[in-house]
């Protein structure tokens, strides 16, 4: 089966790091996409970013540029979205999803089941 | 605001048909594939048509996908309570920075 699964709900203060993660199983992880997407508290989808694991070929949304940084593990099959300096306006759920194919511009047809990041002073 | 325009909501009744439309431009639905994605109440997303209008292995075909110059629709029939959801569309955009975007969300009510 494949599956992305995610770390967990995350507490931090304004300033802290982070780094959330998303583990995949059952395909080849450095074959296809693995996008980032933020969902704030009764918002829309915010498409953040995407990295190709093979190569760790990366794009950044222009909103998300420079303020996350996306990576990749393939010896353990994990992709990372990672903060220097959280703010309280970081609140929110972050999904993981896989693309359909092998371009960054396929939808994303496998989701992990998302990560809960709160920061409060 | 989302580069993609989608209606805030739309509402019918069990049993009849819904669309859902998805505005962009030739940067991006106009030269792109969409995709559509179902959000149930506290879950995560999930895929119902890519390329325009395909179906994933499990999606009822009561579920379909156009797309038209810088427009896509999704169209649900035979509209079951469990439909009620938050519909998203979303694409790639080619435009100065490339990257995926989606639409603002469609709140589905089954009346």
């Known amino acids: 089966e494949v599956q992305l699964v995610q770390s967990g709900a995350e507490v931090k203060k304004p300033g802290e790091s982070l780094r959330i993660s998303c583990k995949a199983s059952?395909?080849?992880?450095?074959?296809?996409?693995i996008g980032w997407v933020r969902q704030m508290p009764g918002k829309g989808l915010e498409w953040m970013g995407i990295?190709?694991?093979?190569?760790?070929?990366?794009r950044y949304s222009p909103s998300f540029q420079g303020q996350v940084t996306i990576s990749a593990d393939k010896s353990i099959r994990t992709a990372y979205l990672q903060w220097s300096s959280l703010k309280a306006s970081d609140s929110a759920m972050y999904y993981c999803?896989?693309?359909?194919?092998?371009?960054?511009?396929?939808?994303?047809?496998?989701w992990g089941q998302g990560t809960t990041v709160t920061v409060s002073s | 605001q989302s580069v993609l325009t989608q209606p805030p909501s739309v509402s019918a009744a069990p049993g009849q048909k819904v669309t859902i439309s998805c505005s962009g431009s030739?940067?991006?639905?106009?030269?792109?594939?969409v995709s559509w994605y179902q959000q149930l109440p506290g879950t995560a997303p999930k895929l119902l048509l890519y390329?325009?209008?395909k179906r994933p292995s499990g999606i009822p075909d009561r579920f379909s996908g156009s797309k038209s110059g810088t427009s896509a629709t999704l169209g649900i029939t035979g509209l079951q309570t469990g439909d009620e959801a938050d519909y998203y569309c979303?694409?790639?955009?080619?435009?100065?920075?490339?990257?995926?975007?989606f639409g603002g969300g469609t709140k589905l009510t089954v009346l």
């Open positions: 999803a896989r693309t359909i194919r092998d371009r960054p511009s396929d939808g994303f047809d496998v």
């Open positions: 059952g395909y080849s992880f450095a074959t296809y996409w």
């Open positions: 990295i190709y694991p093979g190569d760790s070929d990366t």
């Open positions: 030739s940067s991006n639905i106009g030269n792109n594939f």
């Open positions: 390329d325009n209008n």
């Open positions: 979303g694409t790639w955009d080619s435009s100065l920075s490339t990257e995926g975007v």
